[in-house]
């Protein structure tokens, strides 16, 4: 048969499957029996790991072009999209201890990653500094992050399938130990001697956030949404072409992507960013989330099985990030509940931070966005960083 059109038949295929996987996922969140499952383990890991358990299973092929191609077609807008609802007003009100427990957390990953590579490094691969780097994005706000630094750095697609595993599995792990310790909050508080009027000056500061209200999606609005995304995600595409490399660390895309994350902020503070109210981080979520099934697909559970040192590699870091943080924490004299909320707004992001604020206090799970959107923000940069030190350690 003729590669090309094998190619053809199998694109839209995939595309068709991948997407539908995203679409059943969310109507099994909203309509079914079954919603309370996803209550327990976030729709995110499902978009992961359905995915990744075809490949597993032979049902979806762990290389195709389809992949790469989705990541340059929909990651550049998406963040554009993503940012563009990012009200930095907002994060400013949420005031210095809430953010700096969040620094605290961005740290722990960014110093973490590094001390956990050289106490491993001479059982891994040279090429896992790559790896780690690319998951350091995902721990410091989200899965775009992710793939953004794996792109711009050019980690194999070998050693980032691992690392995908190595995210759902440690990083989900992790979430579960962060929401168990809900029910100790109390003491864990009264021990340290914490202010608790710093949660209620909370709800009262997210109070205007809290009460946003969306209106109906139009045409012209969704026109709008795709428009723009689309159109700064092209901008920054070609202009990062134009931009020499740096070193092993920012490629043509590294720059495609620095520069629609800020062609997003910069638009947070235009009038476009009123399309936040007809859904816009919606539709970024949706290419967010159509890129990431692809991201699971790329890995292979029987991979990480075959080179358990992995998960070793990932539960040390997550330890260092819980270290530094809660010792910052402490310092700031912190809640317990804005410590959580910070370790998940950079491990997890803004998908899964809401979820473990709501679960400490439910009234303050916009407190999770909108740190899950500063780790957003703060997660390619400080995610670049991460690689240096981490290529230094390697």
């Given at each position: 048969?003729?590669p090309?059109?094998?190619?053809?038949?199998?694109w839209?295929?995939?595309l068709a499957v991948?997407?539908?996987i995203?679409?059943l996922?969310?109507?099994?969140k909203e309509k079914?029996?079954l919603?309370g499952l996803l209550k327990i383990a976030?729709?995110i890991?499902?978009?992961?790991?359905?995915?990744?358990l075809g490949?597993?299973?032979?049902?979806f092929?762990?290389?195709?072009p389809?992949?790469?191609?989705?990541?340059?077609?929909?990651?550049?807008p998406?963040?554009?999209?993503?940012?563009l609802s990012?009200?930095?007003?907002?994060l400013?009100?949420?005031g210095?201890?809430a953010?700096?427990t969040m620094?605290?957390?961005?740290?722990?990953?960014?110093?973490?990653?590094?001390?956990?590579?050289?106490?491993?490094r001479a059982?891994v691969?040279?090429?896992?500094?790559?790896?780690m780097?690319s998951?350091?994005?995902?721990?410091?706000?989200?899965?775009s992050?992710?793939v953004a630094?794996?792109?711009?750095?050019?980690?194999?697609d070998?050693?980032f399938?691992?690392?995908i595993?190595?995210?759902?599995?440690?990083?989900?792990?992790?979430m579960?130990?962060v929401?168990?310790l809900?029910?100790?909050?109390?003491?864990i508080?009264?021990?340290f001697?914490?202010?608790r009027t710093?949660i209620?000056?909370?709800?009262r500061?997210?109070?205007d956030f809290?009460?946003?209200q969306?209106?109906?999606?139009?045409f012209?609005?969704?026109?709008?949404?795709?428009a723009?995304?689309?159109?700064?995600?092209?901008?920054a595409?070609?202009l990062g072409?134009w931009l020499p490399?740096l070193?092993?660390?920012?490629?043509?895309?590294g720059w495609?992507?620095?520069l629609?994350s800020?062609?997003?902020?910069?638009?947070?503070?235009t009038?476009a960013?009123?399309l936040?109210g007809a859904g816009?981080?919606?539709?970024?979520?949706?290419f967010?989330?159509?890129?990431?099934?692809?991201?699971g697909?790329?890995?292979?559970?029987?991979?990480?099985?075959d080179?358990?040192?992995?998960f070793?590699?990932?539960?040390v870091w997550i330890a260092f990030?819980?270290?530094?943080?809660?010792?910052?924490?402490?310092l700031?004299?912190a809640?317990?509940?804005l410590i959580?909320?910070?370790s998940?707004?950079?491990v997890?992001?803004?998908v899964s931070?809401?979820i473990?604020?709501s679960?400490?206090?439910?009234?303050?799970a916009?407190v999770?966005?909108?740190?899950?959107?500063l780790g957003?923000?703060?997660?390619?940069?400080?995610?670049?960083?991460?690689?240096?030190?981490l290529?230094?350690?390697?």
């Amino acid at each position: 048969m003729d590669p090309g059109t094998a190619r053809v038949t199998e694109w839209p295929t995939l595309l068709a499957v991948f997407v539908s996987i995203v679409g059943l996922i969310y109507f099994v969140k909203e309509k079914t029996p079954l919603r309370g499952l996803l209550k327990i383990a976030p729709p995110i890991l499902w978009v992961y790991f359905l995915p990744m358990l075809g490949t597993s299973l032979g049902l979806f092929p762990r290389e195709s072009p389809l992949y790469e191609w989705i990541i340059r077609l929909l990651l550049p807008p998406g963040l554009v999209l993503l940012l563009l609802s990012a009200d930095i007003t907002a994060l400013a009100r949420l005031g210095p201890k809430a953010i700096g427990t969040m620094l605290f957390g961005t740290a722990g990953i960014v110093l973490g990653g590094p001390l956990a590579l050289l106490l491993f490094r001479a059982w891994v691969p040279p090429e896992t500094w790559m790896g780690m780097g690319s998951l350091s994005g995902s721990w410091i706000g989200g899965s775009s992050n992710m793939v953004a630094i794996k792109e711009s750095i050019g980690c194999p697609d070998d050693i980032f399938g691992v690392m995908i595993v190595v995210d759902v599995l440690v990083g989900y792990g992790w979430m579960g130990i962060v929401m168990s310790l809900s029910s100790m909050q109390d003491r864990i508080d009264r021990a340290f001697k914490v202010d608790r009027t710093l949660i209620d000056d909370l709800n009262r500061r997210l109070a205007d956030f809290q009460a946003t209200q969306r209106r109906p999606l139009e045409f012209v609005d969704l026109a709008l949404i795709v428009a723009i995304g689309m159109g700064a995600g092209f901008v920054a595409t070609r202009l990062g072409g134009w931009l020499p490399p740096l070193g092993n660390i920012i490629s043509a895309f590294g720059w495609t992507i620095i520069l629609a994350s800020t062609f997003g902020i910069v638009l947070s503070f235009t009038p476009a960013a009123r399309l936040e109210g007809a859904g816009a981080s919606h539709v970024g979520n949706l290419f967010l989330y159509v890129l990431l099934t692809t991201l699971g697909a790329q890995a292979d559970l029987r991979a990480v099985l075959d080179a358990p040192i992995f998960f070793l590699v990932g539960a040390v870091w997550i330890a260092f990030h819980a270290i530094i943080l809660f010792l910052g924490g402490r310092l700031l004299k912190a809640p317990m509940f804005l410590i959580a909320t910070a370790s998940q707004a950079n491990v997890g992001g803004v998908v899964s931070a809401p979820i473990v604020a709501s679960v400490y206090q439910p009234s303050l799970a916009p407190v999770g966005l909108l740190l899950g959107v500063l780790g957003n923000i703060l997660g390619l940069y400080a995610g670049l960083l991460c690689a240096t030190l981490l290529q230094w350690a390697a």
